[in-house]
């Protein structure tokens, strides 16, 4: 969640409300530096403290799933798509969509493709190899812990440790 977006939500609502810092952060129990963090995206509030905040405006966080939410539209996943292209910038031969899914789904990685899939495993944004295990569960009808454990076994064979993250 971007702190930044959530607390000019917060921000906007105030003054919709006509309220000033102090009178929202003395009714959410808050102190006026600390509303000021939220508002600027500045501060790590507690889920408590935004909590009482998001009460006192009537706001409400709503958990959505971006990718369900394409799938209900019948756009097609394209999270092994976008990591094959971005993985294929530094290198030669070119890692597709499907030998990706292919390496994922069974924990193994021809020889040629090793340099890309090190480079997705230790390089992609965590929201995109997150994704891309979903993915390949969904298209291969299996559980997406069997998943993580062959991108465990891969980032293994492939020393792509991503600080320990994969051991």
């Known amino acids: ?30 102190s006026r530096q600390s509303l000021n963090g939220i508002e600027h995206g500045t501060i790590n509030a507690t889920l ?6 998001m009460d006192v ?3 409400a966080l709503d958990i959505q799933d971006p990718e369900a939410s394409r799938q209900a539209k019948g756009a097609p996943t394209r999270a092994l798509w976008m990591a094959a292209k971005g993985a294929n910038v530094s290198y030669t031969g ?4 499907g030998e990706l899914e292919r390496a994922l ?5 021809p020889s040629e493709y090793r340099p890309q899939i090190a480079h997705v495993l230790d390089e992609a944004p965590l929201q995109l190899v997150t994704k ?16 993580w454990k062959n991108l465990r076994r891969l980032a293994q064979s492939l020393m792509a440790t991503r600080g320990g993250l994969w051991a």
């Open 1 to 30: 969640m971007n702190a930044a977006l959530l607390g000019s939500a917060i921000q906007r609502k105030r003054i919709a409300l006509g309220l000033t810092q102090q009178q929202l952060a003395d009714m959410a129990d808050l």
């Open 48 to 53: 408590k403290s935004l909590g009482r905040l």
């Open 57 to 59: 405006l009537g706001l």
């Open 94 to 97: 070119e890692l597709t969509a």
């Open 105 to 109: 789904a069974t924990g193994e990685v």
């Open 132 to 147: 891309i295990v979903a993915e390949v569960a969904a298209k291969q009808q299996r559980n997406p812990a069997d998943i």
